[in-house]
């Protein structure tokens, strides 16, 4: 019996044959940030990209050993010269990889080994490990440096999305079972969002007050997104604010004012059915705005 890990191993083993070895002067070195327990990384996938990446990159791969280890090796890390920093796991790993990186110019790349993998995605790396490792090796004959946006919160940045209320009540709890997090990914989301919104938020919730710079919105919820999508369920792109871009100067704010079971249905159902030709208003369970 085959499993996905299997068969992502076999792609990239019958793919060494064809890597053509580029002098090592030629060659521009990358930070390969492992996240060892992440949902589809294991020892045989991560040796393998490795080996894949050795044939455009000088490469050195540094293990995550801890939750916060990831900003720690690229704050020390980032002065040694590295052209390139990739993060190998999730977004987790991506955003501490980007916090250690703040303040200095070496450019963060990811190669997707979580449940959703949105800032690889976002910024165009394949989904499927094998075909992102391709699109990576790919960039060294085609060197362009993307600038993005950062949002900050209590002195942490972001790269792409943060929220009070129910969203992280939801990844506190998903990321407390990553066992069953790597194995039932946006399934698993799904069941704690509604086991977190059935016992805080349908009889009495937490209320928080929301200052966008010209009104002050009661809400249960909160999301600030620096990029579009919200997430993904599987293939399939969440959507919930409007007009957010990773380039646009400017943070886009969803403010969810009540928890109701049919008022959270409906953000649901607008969030995958993005062309339903529902628009957010300040009348409805939900309103957007934005802030440069």
């Not at 390139?84 to 790349?109: H, M, Y």
């Not at 509604?194 to 966008?212: G, S």
Request: proline share 5%; glycine share 8%; net charge neutral.
């Amino acid at each position: 019996m085959s499993t996905p890990l299997r068969e992502h191993e076999q792609r990239l083993a019958d793919d060494r044959a064809d890597l053509q070895p580029v002098a090592t002067a030629a060659k521009r070195r990358m930070l390969l940030i492992v996240n060892p327990h992440a949902a589809t990384v294991s020892d045989g996938m991560r040796n393998l990209v490795v080996h894949a990446l050795k044939g455009r990159f000088d490469v050195d791969a540094i293990d995550t050993r801890a939750r916060g280890h990831a900003t720690e090796l690229c704050r020390e890390l980032a002065r040694d010269g590295y052209d390139v920093v990739v993060a190998f796991g999730g977004d987790g790993t991506v955003n501490e990889a980007a916090n250690g990186l703040r303040g200095f110019q070496t450019p963060l790349c990811a190669l997707p080994g979580g449940s959703a993998n949105v800032f690889a995605r976002m910024l165009g790396v394949p989904g499927e490990l094998v075909d992102a490792t391709e699109h990576l090796l790919a960039m060294a004959d085609d060197w362009r440096v993307r600038r993005v946006d950062l949002g900050i919160v209590n002195g942490r940045c972001f790269v792409f999305n943060s929220g009070i209320g129910l969203d992280a009540s939801v990844v506190e709890r998903v990321d407390a079972r990553p066992e069953l997090k790597a194995r039932f990914g946006p399934y698993f989301f799904t069941w704690e969002a509604l086991k977190a919104f059935a016992r805080r938020y349908v009889m009495h919730p937490p209320k928080m007050d929301v200052d966008d710079g010209r009104r002050t919105l009661r809400a249960v919820t909160t999301i600030v997104q620096n990029g579009a999508p919200f997430t993904y369920f599987n293939d399939r792109p969440v959507e919930i604010a409007d007009g957010a871009s990773l380039d646009s100067g400017r943070l886009v704010s969803t403010v969810v004012h009540r928890a109701t079971p049919l008022g959270v249905s409906l953000i649901g159902m607008r969030a995958l059915l993005p062309g339903c030709g529902w628009s957010v208003t300040a009348t409805s369970p939900i309103c957007s705005s934005s802030a440069s």
